[in-house]
């Protein structure tokens, strides 16, 4: 059973990194709503579309615009703190953050610093089969994304696409208690999950709309437990700041660096500057980006075109009434309604895709023989084919057939395997083609004991050969499934062979 209670993170011996320091971590998610519609405007968040098609005047900040909240986007962050178990704030207000970039037409990001939409929560991130870190989120608040700035369209001049402008995201705040690059990931990973299942972000760390600031520090074995029993951050190190990551592999490959970096220069004798860096991955290092900003330097105020949000309890409870089955309780299901291991019950969880799948094809009745047929067969070749579950030639229904196939004594696994073939590549009903291609398992004893008996009879120097020992005798069940075309019944056939051999 894994133990839900937070504790502080017992220190772990990370590669590449000395025993005499550890790390800690904290960090920063951005999230996208998934919405049509921006945060304060109607305009579209499709991915793709021509450079800034996807603006309103509000978003290119045209005088006299203001503001309209999209409610949708308030209730997907609702739903995402009740998802990650937190703290819903039935009063939260917006502000001004003040500061110029070029893809930020208005010259401010809207965004909560005050008074936020969601308080404090957890994720449980399971780092091995028994073992699970609960990660304190500080907060979840609600901002508008900026546009994007691209530079390698020309050799003189740099463009701006305003269509990501005033997207609506989430910035979901951890508390530092993550403390190892591998420990990063996978708490990234299960977020990435949980949102998925939420439906309020897709997760889609590629096109950025999912991605991480880390905050990374180092200290000497023992400084992180005081900081947890005190909350005093002066038992920790300075903290540095990596912007943007949208890679696991890369978070993982930037924490290792800053932490080295940081290391060396205290171990000089220098002192580790507050400021946010940018990781290189064709250098694998990381380099100053600017000195890290404090809330007083962007001069935070309270929007002024903006009211404060003010919501009721029942339409909170609504919302929660609505909440899908979440991984961790999928999982548990998983694992006691169908008798799946662990590691099966995970892999099937992973996506929510993939579980709803499972499911639908777990109805044939055998759950196990189900997964072992979802993952190691279906999962195997939509890998090799490079698909996902989405696109998959065989749909539940069809694998289902196949199974119940199998629970019925029609097909053996052998034939199984060539029939999921044919359903893989040409389609159709696995019952029709069974039928059709005289694909049937041969489960008349009379024709099995007669095969056996002839290859028995053609081969006396290996009969003693098996009788001497035994386990030779699979070579018997060999040629009579070879001699049958693979339909015989491969448990009547041992049968048959140990019976006729007097094993």
């Not at 995970?346 to 047929?373: H, I, P, R, Y």
């Not at 004893?445 to 095969?451: D, P, Q, V």
Request: net charge negative; hydrophobic share 40%.
């Amino acid at each position: 059973m894994l133990d839900l209670t937070y504790k502080a993170p017992k220190p772990k011996v990370i590669a590449g990194m000395r025993d005499d320091w550890e790390l800690v971590i904290g960090m920063e998610i951005h999230a996208q709503i998934s919405s049509e519609a921006k945060l304060f405007s109607g305009a579209s968040t499709k991915f793709g579309n021509e450079p800034n098609s996807n603006v309103a005047f509000v978003d290119a900040a045209m005088p006299g615009m203001l503001p309209v909240i999209n409610e949708y986007c308030i209730e997907q962050a609702v739903r995402t703190g009740l998802g990650l178990k937190a703290e819903i704030n039935l009063f939260s207000a917006f502000d001004r953050k003040n500061y110029f970039y070029p893809d930020l037409p208005q010259g401010y990001q809207i965004s909560q610093l005050y008074h936020p939409i969601v308080g404090e929560g957890e994720v449980l991130v399971e780092l091995e089969e028994g073992v699970a870190r609960n990660v304190r989120i500080e907060r979840i608040h609600m901002e508008q994304d900026a546009g994007k700035s691209i530079h390698d369209m020309d050799p003189t001049m740099s463009f701006v696409d305003l269509n990501r402008t005033g997207v609506a995201l989430m910035e979901i705040v951890s508390r530092p208690d993550i403390r190892s690059p591998e420990e990063a990931a996978a708490f990234v990973g299960k977020l990435r999950q949980i949102l998925r299942y939420l439906d309020t972000c897709d997760g889609n760390m590629q096109n950025g709309n999912m991605r991480a600031d880390v905050n990374v520090s180092v200290c000497k074995p023992g400084q992180y437990e005081k900081f947890a029993e005190t909350g005093d951050f002066g038992h920790l190190g300075t903290r540095c700041e990596i912007k943007n990551m949208n890679s696991m592999r890369f978070i993982q490959a930037a924490i290792m660096v800053e932490a080295n970096r940081q290391i060396a220069i205290i171990e000089d004798g220098g002192k580790i500057d507050q400021e946010t860096r940018l990781y290189d991955p064709d250098k694998n290092e990381t380099r100053s980006m600017r000195s890290k900003e404090e809330a007083h330097d962007y001069r935070y105020f309270p929007c002024p075109d903006l009211l404060p949000l003010e919501i009721e309890q029942g339409w909170v409870d609504d919302i929660a009434a609505t909440l899908p089955e979440l991984p961790d309780a999928k999982k548990t299901r998983f694992m006691g309604d169908f008798g799946l291991s662990d590691y099966d019950a995970s892999v099937l969880t992973a996506e929510v895709e993939n579980a709803d799948f499972f499911e639908e094809v777990a109805k044939a009745g055998d759950g196990k023989l189900a997964a072992n047929w979802v993952i190691n067969e279906l999962f195997g070749r939509l890998k090799k084919d490079d698909k996902t579950i989405q696109d998959s030639p065989v749909n539940p229904g069809q694998l289902g057939g196949i199974i119940a196939l199998i629970k019925k004594g029609d097909i053996s696994g052998k034939i199984a395997k060539d029939l999921f073939e044919i359903v893989y590549t040409e389609g159709g009903d696995p019952a029709e083609i069974v039928e059709a291609r005289g694909m049937k398992q041969v489960t008349d004893t009379g024709a099995i004991e007669a095969a056996v008996d002839e290859i028995i009879a053609a081969n006396p120097a290996q009969v003693e050969k098996a009788q001497a020992n035994p386990k030779l005798a699979g070579w018997f069940v060999g040629q009579v499934m070879k001699a049958t075309g693979g339909k015989a019944n491969p448990a009547v056939v041992n049968q048959l062979v140990s019976k006729k051999l007097a094993l």
